[in-house]
């Protein structure tokens, strides 16, 4: 049976929800505060904070709080497991392609 990271499995869970990648597609233009994070979600703002708080947990951002206002923002590097992994399956299924693409064209030429 195959290793399974638990940190990878919390960065799927993290990107599996649009809210929270529309979140991280907002903090990839530069760090914000929950307040206008939440704006164009049309969601309140404790379920907001729901979401901020898996996203943090995956490691995907950081956030801050000075005084009364809490801001976030975006941890690029969080994404390379995630990035090491799809590498790594793109390149098995690949090969498996590849190989059926020879069995074919193996049996294509026999048939002639």
Do not use: N, Y
């Not at 898996?54 to 975006?74: F, N, Y």
């Not at 992994?85 to 064209?105: G, K, P, T």
Request: glycine content about 4%; aromatic content about 2%; some cysteine.
């Amino acid at each position: 049976m195959a290793k399974h990271e638990p940190d990878l499995s919390l960065l799927f869970h993290a990107l599996a929800d649009p809210t929270r990648r529309a979140i991280l597609t907002r903090l990839a233009e530069g760090p914000a505060p929950v307040t206008q994070l939440a704006a164009p979600t049309g969601l309140r703002l404790p379920t907001v904070m729901r979401h901020l708080s898996v996203l943090e947990q995956a490691g995907l951002i950081a956030t801050a709080k000075d005084g009364r206002v809490r801001s976030c923002a975006i941890v690029p590097q969080a994404l390379a497991p995630v990035r090491s992994w799809l590498d790594e399956q793109r390149m098995l299924w690949e090969s498996r392609l590849d190989r059926l693409d020879d069995c074919v064209m193996k049996l294509m030429e026999e048939r002639k």
